[in-house]
């Protein structure tokens, strides 16, 4: 018999879903078949059975599993599985007093108290009542065949008037204050839990401060609509950003670098540029893996890949994985100036909104109108200084300035 | 079918283990028939088994000495100590010669020996009946300390002490005699309950708890009690844990989940039981604990004879309730 057990499948959850069994409880599987998914807070992954078998289930669909936790068996054809994981072991202290029949004493240690001229304490009574056996299972404690509602409970209920009928439904042997105030409670997906985990780590443990920098990009948008006809993709300001800043990758290492402890950082191993995404299923934060080496085009094709996968699938950890800087977009209209959380285990953040038109004064007098974009930075300031921030603010915008329509390919 | 108690149940292993293993013997005061020992814990041994159950003179020291002796010699002795308070005059015959002579021989020397003291008050019987003096012997090598449960079975108790082979001592409540043992189902209405290789728990499924307790066998009942008002009253969820092994403590599961922990025991503050489990687990919790441990025994007083006094001496269900509340506010 194998023990299917849960691999570790990223450094931040405790636990994962098991979202689907991918082959049946008593079915055959092969060396390499599917068995499950499961869903880390971010990514779904397949997991493979590591031999031939036939499968039992250790624990339901919809099931949250631990790192380590066995979650099934596979068994050599005949062979008998054992308990199930989630029944619990051990002796049930209750069941043999009740097996052995023939010599009981009948009166008993009770006369004791009697014979050293006591009674039993009224304490004895009073804990026997608490603690005798009680005949009533799971969801039927209560005196009238419905759960035990805690005084605390009970209250809320009275107080928010909550009729017994849901907190019946709950289908709980005891209802707690928390279950009652989880009836009117607007539940948070689980993605957004995660979400909330990082950005209160990164808001509690990174000294961020922040720069914007305005960015004329006329003559990117025109070197834009260019690339997209030849590269038959579509491109704009993100991909020619994403470009630009993994282009100094070299010229700026510590701004990619991960924070270590002693004031100390270790080096990126590449320009990963990690790009929020965010389709309306929670914002995900996928990489764009050696960005310096893709140009806009192999860049445009990567989110392109990013955008479908929000929309249709799910992600998978290696896509999330490795980030050294992350750039989040605000394409929304209107939106003027945008401040990211460093995400823990980086030292830099950007933030890019739409391009907006605006008219400015020429030099030889008169006016004309531009396209402008504004691009933030949060950085660890443990880490980086305003100097190093805006140096590295203005070489994008430089580099963005550069661009028009025509010029040479970049 | 009325709930069968605890003391018969213990009644019933003794009975069996005799009938199974002829090499056990039984010693006590006044442990024969018709009388059947103070507790009645041993009616029905000597009608049984003759002599191999029998009434001794008082002199505990005597008992407990001619019981290490009958295991040395080769036998298995269960030796009944009336009071566990009495257990003071065989000190020197358990701690300077069962404990030790398992060791000093140049060899191992098996001793499998039980010695079994009803322990614990309210019942009203003074200051030299109604305490429970674990304490005194716990920290000494080559004896292990043990006792009764309401969740572990009595016969595999005494299985396991007889197969340690050496002296053990097993402190039985007289309120626990009296109390039905918890036939599967629900404790209190409310919790599970499961034994784990040396440890029993008592816990409300599904519920992360916000303090887990730990207990010897004779509060456990009132410790239950105070669990189910805090639960119904308060809110506060707790996990009880049973040890039947006190000394050396086994491994306990699970502590690191409750925000907080408290040890509930009926024996006198100062170098006690609780203390002894605090010391094990400080090291153990610190990265997971948020205030100490919380200490919940009896007062430093002499047990008084008055019902209405002892109780105030020796933890009861309210006192633990106030107390774990307190601690967690």
């Known amino acids: ?362 030099a030889g007098g008169g006016f004309r109108a531009r396209k402008v974009v504004s691009l933030g930075l949060a950085y660890d300031h443990r880490y980086v200084n305003g100097m190093q921030a805006t140096a590295f603010l203005g070489e994008i915008r430089a580099g963005l300035e550069r661009l028009s329509g025509g010029s040479a390919p970049i | 079918m009325r709930a069968v108690r605890m003391g018969e149940r213990l009644n019933l292993a003794l009975h069996e283990l005799m009938a199974r293993d002829p090499d056990v013997y039984l010693l006590g005061e006044d442990v024969a028939d018709p009388y059947g020992g103070a507790f009645k814990i041993t009616k029905g041994l000597s009608t049984r088994f003759g002599d191999r159950v029998r009434s001794t003179p008082l002199s505990e020291g005597a008992i407990v000495g001619a019981g290490a002796g009958l295991a040395l010699a080769g036998g298995k002795a269960i030796v009944e100590i009336m009071f566990a308070d009495f257990a003071a005059l065989a000190f020197d015959q358990l701690v300077n010669f069962a404990a030790k002579s398992t060791a000093m021989y140049g060899r191992r020397v098996p001793l499998p020996l039980i010695v079994r003291c009803p322990s614990g008050g309210n019942r009203g019987y003074g200051p030299t009946h109604s305490q429970s003096p674990h304490k005194h012997f716990i920290g000494v090598p080559g004896l292990d300390v043990y006792e009764l449960t309401p969740f572990h079975d009595p016969g595999e108790l005494l299985e396991r002490m007889l197969a340690a082979r050496r002296p053990c001592l097993l402190f039985e409540d007289k309120v626990l005699y009296t109390l039905p043992a918890p036939e599967g189902g629900t404790v209190a209405g409310l919790f599970d309950h499961e034994v784990r290789g ?69 024996g006198s503050p100062g170098g006690s039981w609780g203390a002894e489990v605090a010391r094990v687990l400080h090291p153990r919790l610190w990265p997971a604990l948020r205030r100490p441990i919380t200490l919940i025994g009896a007062a430093e007083r002499v047990i008084p004879a008055a019902p209405h006094l002892e109780r105030e001496v020796l933890p009861q269900a309210e006192r633990v309730h106030r107390e774990i509340l307190e601690a967690l506010s």
């Open chain 1, 1 to 362: 018999m194998i023990e299917i057990r849960v691999p570790r499948l990223n450094a931040n959850d405790a636990s994962y879903v098991l979202v689907e069994w991918a082959a049946g409880d008593g079915q055959e599987v092969r060396a390499g078949d599917p068995v499950a998914v499961l869903e880390t807070s971010k990514a779904a992954e397949e997991l493979a059975a590591e031999a031939g078998g036939v499968l039992r289930h250790l624990v339901r669909e919809g099931a949250e599993c631990a790192p380590g936790q066995p979650i099934a068996r596979l068994l050599a054809p005949g062979e008998q599985a054992g308990e199930r994981s989630g029944e619990r072991s051990g002796e049930q202290p209750g069941e043999q007093g009740g097996e052995h029949p023939g010599e009981r004493p009948r009166e008993h240690a009770a006369d004791a108290a009697g014979d050293r001229g006591g009674e039993p304490a009224a304490q004895a009574g009073a804990a026997q009542a608490g603690a005798g056996p009680d005949g009533a299972g799971p969801g039927g404690a209560g005196p009238d065949g419905g759960p035990v509602v805690t005084e605390p409970a009970r209250r809320l209920m009275e107080e928010r008037g909550i009729p017994p009928e849901r907190v019946r439904a709950l289908g709980l042997r005891v209802v707690r204050r928390a279950d009652v105030e989880g009836l009117d409670l607007i539940e948070v997906p689980r993605v957004q839990r995660r979400i909330a985990e990082v950005v209160t780590r990164s808001h509690r443990e990174i000294p961020a401060a922040y720069a914007v920098m305005r960015i004329d990009v006329t003559g990117a948008l025109s070197r834009a609509r260019e690339l997209s006809r030849s590269e038959r993709t579509l491109i704009g300001v993100p991909e020619l950003v994403i470009d630009a800043v993994a282009g100094l990758l070299g010229r700026f290492p510590l701004l990619f670098a991960a924070p270590v402890a002693g004031g100390r950082a270790r080096p990126a191993e590449g320009a990963h540029v990690g790009v929020t995404i965010d389709v309306g299923r929670g914002m995900f934060i996928p990489v764009v893996r050696h960005a310096d080496r893709l140009g806009p085009g192999g860049i445009a094709r990567e989110l392109t890949r990013f955008r479908a996968t929000a929309m249709n699938g799910s992600f998978t950890e290696a896509d999330l994985a490795g980030g050294a800087i992350t750039l989040t977009l605000h394409p929304a209209d209107g939106v003027i100036m945008a401040v990211p959380l460093v995400p823990p285990g980086q030292i830099c953040a950007l933030a890019l909104t739409a391009p907006r038109s605006e008219v400015v004064e020429q």
């Open chain 2, 198 to 266: 040396d440890v029993a728990r008592v816990f409300l499924p599904g519920a992360e708890p916000d303090c887990a307790i730990v207990a010897h066998g004779g509060v456990a009942h009132r410790v239950i009690e105070a669990m189910r008002t805090l639960l119904l009253e308060e809110d506060v969820a707790c996990e009880l844990l049973v040890p039947a092994r006190l000394y050396p403590l086994p491994e306990l599961p699970g502590l690191e989940r409750a925000g907080h922990v408290c040890v509930v025991e009926d």
